[in-house]
């Protein structure tokens, strides 16, 4: 099986990087333009591997995709590379248009040129997965009375989920109109290792680490439905292999959890694994909110639990202590990334790593 992966050194590209090529076998070839989110430390474990290979370019640049098409072969393209953090698309939309609408257009066109040129069996067998975002379909209320289901109607909210959207419907229409075979997955909130410390959890655990404040916006009760990274990355392997061409499958691991539920639940394994002067609870503080905020979003995955028999094996739990313990022993990933951050550092990091 040769497979692309686009966005393959950022926090999910890479976990599913190292699960194609160490846990499968796959041969591998990751494309990523290394943007600030792309960080090669993360594919350190397939470093040296006969079955990995890394190509440094943008997919908006459709001559450098074809090209590797046509030199690597793949089965399948996976396809990850984006802008993806909510609150960098608010205070500037552009590399989001750039990368998540322009790059997939770029992507496609040199998808359907190469999938064209293929021998019948093996335009049988390829697959072109778009790996997108819950956050499409917009805001469920606080009352948790419902899911996202894969009919539930778009509505995004924020320029990163309106450029995400756009990406799917490309997508979509490319599958409808020259018949690429293409599937959709719409998933969660991930965490887990490699998360780059902009995004809720992986600050949270590094700011309270480090005695700095932690942020929550508003009051703290907005919902997100959490998915340990690994889980996400069999789902997506399940779903390039064995789902049905032109669907969409939402994956999603049935933790619900309010913001400052999690903030605090953060708090409490670090307190636990490594003690610090004080409670790591007395360091949060409310903070104006992100404006246009979803309340809540919650996943239905039984189309992806009954027909592809997908099951997600972290509790919330278990995944946030196996979290909270990588970055505890992994300072040499994180540290390099957080040297813009002045201020007083405690020093707890020496004692618990
Ligand atoms: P990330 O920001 O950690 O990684 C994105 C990667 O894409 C980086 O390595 C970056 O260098 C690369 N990239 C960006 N622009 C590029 C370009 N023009 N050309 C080539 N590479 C480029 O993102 P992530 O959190 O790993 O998300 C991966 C995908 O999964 C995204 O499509 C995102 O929308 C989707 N997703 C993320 C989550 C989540 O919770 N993080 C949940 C559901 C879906
Ligand atoms: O739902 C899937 C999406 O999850 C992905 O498509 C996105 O790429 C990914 O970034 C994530 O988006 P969110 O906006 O939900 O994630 P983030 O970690 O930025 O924020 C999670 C929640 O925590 C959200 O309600 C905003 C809040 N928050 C975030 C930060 C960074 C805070 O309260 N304080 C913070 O400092």
């Not at 335009?123 to 606080?142: I, K, P």
């Not at 599958?175 to 949270?204: A, D, M, W």
Request: net charge negative; hydrophobic share 40%.
């Amino acid at each position: 099986m040769r497979v692309i992966v686009t966005g393959g050194a950022g926090f999910i590209g890479s976990a599913l990087v190292r699960h194609l090529v160490l846990d499968r076998g796959y041969d591998v070839l990751t494309i990523d333009a290394l943007t600030y989110a792309g960080n090669l430390a993360s594919l350190k474990p397939v470093e040296g591997r006969g079955n990995h290979h890394f190509l440094r370019a943008d997919i908006r640049d459709g001559a450098m995709m074809a090209q590797a098409m046509a030199t690597f072969r793949p089965d399948r393209i996976m396809h990850l590379a984006a802008e993806s953090h909510v609150d960098r698309s608010i205070t500037g939309a552009d590399d989001f248009v750039q990368t998540n609408v322009l790059g997939t257009f770029a992507l496609l066109e040199a998808a359907r040129a190469y999938w064209d040129g293929l021998d019948v069996r093996a335009r049988a067998g390829f697959r072109f997965l778009h790996v997108s975002t819950d956050e499409v379909y917009g805001s469920l209320g606080l009352s948790r009375t419902h899911l996202f289901r894969e009919d539930t109607p778009y509505d995004p909210s924020s320029p990163y989920s309106a450029t995400k959207a756009a990406s799917d419907h490309l997508a979509k229409a490319w599958q409808r109109t020259y018949g690429l075979p293409v599937v959709v997955s719409n998933c969660s909130n991930n965490y887990g290792p490699c998360h780059f410390p902009e995004k809720l959890i992986p600050l949270t655990i590094l700011n309270a680490l480090e005695g700095r404040e932690l942020p929550v916006y508003g009051r703290g009760d907005n919902i997100r439905d959490w998915l340990y990274v690994e889980d996400h990355v069999r789902a997506l392997d399940l779903i390039a292999a064995k789902g049905r061409v032109g669907e969409t499958y939402n994956v999603g691991g049935r933790n619900e959890r309010r913001n400052i539920d999690v903030v605090r639940a953060i708090c409490h394994v670090l307190d636990r694994l490594c003690p610090g002067p004080t409670a790591r609870e007395s360091l949060i503080r409310f903070v104006p909110d992100r404006p246009g905020h979803d309340a809540r979003y919650a996943i239905d995955a039984s189309k992806l639990e009954n027909e592809l028999g997908w099951q997600a094996y972290e509790t919330f739990e278990t995944g946030i202590e196996k979290t909270v313990q990588w970055y505890l022993e992994n300072p040499g990933w994180w540290q390099p990334l957080r040297q813009n951050y002045d201020g007083q550092r405690l020093g707890l990091l020496d004692q618990c790593a």
